[in-house]
């Protein structure tokens, strides 16, 4: 049982599609951006971050999008899998290492 | 990188009691912090553990409510005092080291208070 993402807004994608999650932030002056992916019952785990002075970064099948003109930020999670289901966050590393945690968004993949 | 160990994994208390949670990683790091995730909510920072030293708390939550012991590298603890329903939630311990952008996480302690 969870209750992790019961409330949040919900992605539902065709297994094999791409998956776009989206999010805002609020610090200019966070200099790291940092996506989570949290599964019923663990702690969040990182998946990929990008410097504040960058505008994209890949990696295994997922994709960072920084636009610090309008402080937004996405994830692309390509091919996605049904262990891609789970709840997304994303995060700004302020000062001291400190994170604060956007809303999150819960991606369920239909097979 | 770094593996946390939380304890208890969940717990049910009496209000009015207090509940002290474990974190343990398997290495050395600078930084340690715990964080609340109310249910079906995100993760809201509650203090950095500081080694030696008292913990530095956010703006909402004290050292009387969430006092936070870190004796050394590898090892905190979180209690939580004189419980409420409302402290019904998960709570994680996280750490990582300057300079690292990858903080590392606990599975979480699921604490409800009736």
């Known amino acids: 049982g969870e209750s992790v993402g019961l409330h949040l807004p919900t992605l539902s994608v065709q297994e094999g599609d791409n998956s776009i999650i989206n999010c805002a932030y609020s610090?200019?002056?966070?200099?790291?951006f940092i996506w989570y992916k949290q599964e019923s019952g663990k702690g969040p785990q990182f998946i990929i971050d990008i410097r504040s002075n960058m505008d994209k970064r890949q990696g295994q099948r997922v994709t960072v999008l920084l636009n610090k003109t309008v402080k937004h930020l996405s994830l692309q999670i390509a091919a996605t899998q049904p262990g891609d289901s789970a709840v997304y966050f994303c995060a700004e590393r302020a000062a001291g290492n400190k994170l604060t945690f956007g809303g999150g968004t819960r991606v369920l993949v239909k097979p | 990188s770094a593996v946390i160990s939380q304890k208890p994994s969940r717990d049910i208390c009496q209000r009015g009691t207090s509940l002290t949670i474990q974190c343990q990683v398997d290495s050395q790091v600078t930084m340690m912090f715990w964080y609340r995730q109310q249910p079906g909510q995100s993760l809201t920072l509650i203090a950095t553990?500081?080694?030696?030293?008292?913990?530095?708390?956010e703006s909402g939550f004290v050292i009387d409510k969430f006092p936070i012991s870190r004796p050394n590298l590898t090892f905190s603890t979180l209690t939580v005092s004189n419980m409420s329903p409302e402290d019904s939630s998960i709570y994680l311990c996280?750490?990582?080291?300057?300079?690292?952008?990858?903080?590392?996480f606990g599975q979480g302690t699921r604490l409800t208070v009736v």
């Open positions: 996280s750490a990582t080291d300057v300079g690292d952008t990858e903080a590392f």
């Open positions: 553990a500081n080694q030696g030293s008292e913990a530095t708390y």
């Open positions: 610090n200019s002056a966070s200099d790291y």
